[in-house]
């Protein structure tokens, strides 16, 4: 077991956390705005003070360390808008227009591997988007090739290897090609399986495409699928979502994520062409989750935390299990410490003790490759305070459970001062039950898994300065 790994998986008052009842009242107090977590600081807090000559010296100072990477690749083109979508997209019908993208990506890749010592194995592998699916065959091939030629991709049983995919636009020879090109799970985006919602958020996607590309998956032997489903859209209620997850249900995919919608016109321009009448209530939301925990698991899945569900056999459930679970800029990973580095207009990258972020718009991530530059516009060196609160939040988010005590041993602190003032925030959550505590372990209970975002914040010593006004609500 890794040495930040809690003492969750086994504490003695654990049973009695478990006695926890749900509570709507409750759960409705506790559900206001804030941050998914997926990196702390979060990106409200990269300035653009960091350059990319930063990023460089971050790169070069992380080849010490001999970290496996991760590589994320973002591909940013999507056929047709669903309206609820809030990614860095560019909706487009001509393939071509991918060409030139795969040559910015390319340069970029010479950029980041001068600095990087190729020989570390890269474990994981993830392209997302927008669609990546709406490459061509040969254009994921060449990307596969650049990639490997860069970095030097793996062979190995245990790598983690995945591509989100449209069902819509891919079929049973998009899925052969992917195994071949090396890769070995997929995620697919499904939202809701009611032909009322889908019309609603303009992604008309009949249950056989989804059925048609999982049967093919697991007779090809694809290691774990995951299903993207989306709760809050327009016309869903509690009895039409549970119709969905029965159908889900007996698709029987390794992974689940259900994600919580966040109607915010303002900031996203599709989701204005949601009518927010057609929304459900607060309560009808509450009503949905409730609904969907409670259908998953008696179906035998595991609640991970917040949006992510598991079979106890999946790699995602095992990892928690034993305490190597992270969370990255995609949500939960099996794959601890890694260096993660970010390829593609608005892509992260998570490197040493650096966060870097590329352009969100085209244009200026093309001019800064078309310059010979690396092209991150921000990002932030985290102090020694940012490293230990981001391995409490961590561990917080991804064990449900958190030791102090170890890590003021780790880091050479008396955690009891040090994080007195997370333990004051706490207080009213843990007479409200959603923590138990004992001494410096602090262990959530089922309630405080489902707002275990609120249980993090009490340690983010950057939220005061930037307010939660620009997060999505918890639940």
Same mark, same amino acid.
């Given at each position: 077991?890794?040495?930040?790994?809690?003492?969750?998986?086994?504490?003695?008052?654990?049973?009695?956390?478990?006695?926890?009842?749900?509570?709507?009242?409750?759960?409705?107090?506790?559900?206001?705005?804030?941050?998914?977590?997926?990196?702390?600081?979060?990106?409200?807090?990269?300035?653009?003070?960091?350059?990319?000559?930063?990023?460089?010296?971050?790169?070069?100072?992380?080849?010490?360390?001999?970290?496996?990477?991760?590589?994320?690749?973002?591909?940013?083109?999507?056929?047709?808008?669903?309206?609820?979508?809030?990614?860095?997209?560019?909706?487009?019908?001509?393939?071509?227009?991918?060409?030139?993208?795969?040559?910015?990506?390319?340069?970029?890749?010479?950029?980041?591997?001068?600095?990087?010592?190729?020989?570390?194995?890269?474990?994981?592998?993830?392209?997302?988007?927008?669609?990546?699916?709406?490459?061509?065959?040969?254009?994921?091939?060449?990307?596969?090739?650049?990639?490997?030629?860069?970095?030097?991709?793996?062979?190995?049983?245990?790598?983690?290897?995945?591509?989100?995919?449209?069902?819509?636009?891919?079929?049973?020879?998009?899925?052969?090609? /992917? &195994?071949?090109?090396?890769?070995?799970?997929? =995620?697919?985006?499904?939202? !809701? $399986?009611?032909?009322?919602?889908?019309? @609603? %958020?303009?992604?008309?996607?009949?249950?056989?495409?989804?059925?048609?590309?999982?049967?093919?998956?697991?007779?090809?032997?694809?290691?774990?699928?995951?299903?993207?489903?989306?709760?809050?859209?327009?016309?869903?209620?509690?009895?039409?979502?549970?119709?969905?997850?029965?159908?889900?249900?007996?698709?029987?995919?390794?992974?689940?994520?259900?994600?919580?919608?966040?109607?915010?016109?303002?900031?996203?321009?599709?989701?204005?062409?949601?009518?927010?009448?057609?929304?459900?209530?607060?309560?009808?939301?509450?009503?949905?989750?409730?609904?969907?925990?409670?259908?998953?698991?008696?179906?035998?899945?595991?609640?991970?935390?917040?949006?992510?569900?598991?079979?106890?056999?999946?790699?995602?459930?095992?990892?928690?299990?034993?305490?190597? /679970? &992270?969370?990255?800029?995609?949500?939960?990973? =099996?794959?601890?410490?890694? !260096? $993660?580095?970010?390829?593609?207009?608005? @892509? %992260?990258?998570?490197?040493?003790?650096?966060?870097?972020?590329?352009?969100?718009?085209?244009?200026?991530?093309?001019?800064?490759?078309?310059?010979?530059?690396?092209?991150?516009?921000?990002?932030?060196?985290?102090?020694?305070?940012?490293?230990?609160?981001?391995?409490?939040?961590?561990?917080?988010?991804?064990?449900?459970?958190?030791?102090?005590?170890?890590?003021?041993?780790?880091?050479?602190?008396?955690?009891?001062?040090?994080?007195?003032?997370?333990?004051?925030?706490?207080?009213?959550?843990?007479?409200?039950?959603?923590?138990?505590?004992?001494?410096?372990?602090?262990?959530?209970?089922?309630?405080?898994?489902?707002?275990?975002?609120?249980?993090?914040?009490?340690?983010?010593?950057?939220?005061?300065?930037?307010?939660?006004?620009?997060?999505?609500?918890?639940?």
């Amino acid at each position: 077991m890794p040495v930040h790994a809690t003492a969750a998986l086994a504490h003695p008052f654990s049973a009695a956390v478990e006695a926890t009842a749900w509570d709507d009242a409750l759960i409705r107090r506790y559900d206001t705005s804030g941050p998914r977590y997926t990196s702390y600081p979060t990106a409200l807090s990269f300035h653009d003070q960091f350059t990319a000559d930063d990023m460089t010296q971050a790169l070069e100072r992380s080849n010490a360390s001999q970290k496996p990477l991760s590589l994320y690749v973002h591909v940013p083109f999507c056929r047709k808008i669903c309206f609820y979508c809030a990614c860095n997209k560019i909706a487009t019908k001509n393939t071509a227009l991918a060409e030139p993208y795969l040559s910015r990506l390319d340069r970029e890749m010479v950029l980041t591997s001068r600095h990087l010592d190729t020989k570390r194995p890269v474990q994981q592998l993830h392209w997302g988007g927008g669609t990546p699916t709406f490459l061509t065959l040969a254009q994921m091939s060449d990307l596969i090739d650049r990639l490997d030629a860069r970095f030097g991709l793996s062979s190995a049983p245990d790598r983690d290897y995945a591509i989100e995919i449209d069902p819509r636009e891919a079929d049973v020879f998009t899925l052969r090609h /992917l &195994q071949s090109l090396g890769f070995n799970r997929l =995620s697919l985006g499904v939202q !809701d $399986l009611n032909p009322q919602v889908q019309a @609603a %958020i303009n992604r008309v996607q009949p249950r056989v495409l989804t059925e048609t590309l999982m049967d093919e998956a697991h007779r090809l032997g694809f290691r774990s699928l995951n299903l993207d489903l989306i709760y809050g859209l327009p016309f869903q209620t509690e009895q039409s979502f549970a119709d969905t997850l029965s159908q889900v249900i007996e698709l029987s995919p390794a992974r689940l994520s259900v994600f919580n919608y966040a109607h915010m016109p303002t900031r996203f321009a599709p989701q204005r062409r949601i009518n927010e009448a057609d929304l459900p209530s607060a309560d009808e939301k509450l009503a949905i989750l409730r609904t969907t925990i409670e259908m998953l698991t008696q179906a035998g899945y595991v609640h991970i935390g917040m949006d992510h569900f598991a079979r106890p056999e999946d790699s995602l459930a095992q990892a928690q299990r034993y305490g190597t /679970l &992270q969370r990255n800029f995609q949500g939960y990973s =099996s794959h601890s410490q890694c !260096d $993660l580095i970010g390829l593609g207009v608005s @892509a %992260i990258s998570r490197v040493d003790d650096v966060y870097a972020q590329n352009p969100t718009q085209l244009s200026h991530y093309e001019a800064a490759l078309d310059e010979g530059r690396l092209a991150t516009v921000k990002g932030l060196l985290l102090n020694k305070d940012d490293l230990m609160r981001r391995e409490v939040i961590e561990r917080l988010m991804c064990d449900m459970a958190i030791d102090l005590e170890a890590i003021g041993q780790r880091w050479q602190i008396n955690a009891a001062d040090y994080f007195s003032t997370a333990l004051e925030r706490l207080k009213t959550a843990e007479q409200d039950g959603l923590l138990v505590r004992q001494g410096l372990y602090l262990q959530a209970t089922p309630t405080g898994r489902l707002l275990i975002r609120h249980l993090a914040m009490a340690f983010d010593n950057h939220l005061q300065h930037q307010g939660n006004q620009r997060y999505s609500k918890i639940l």
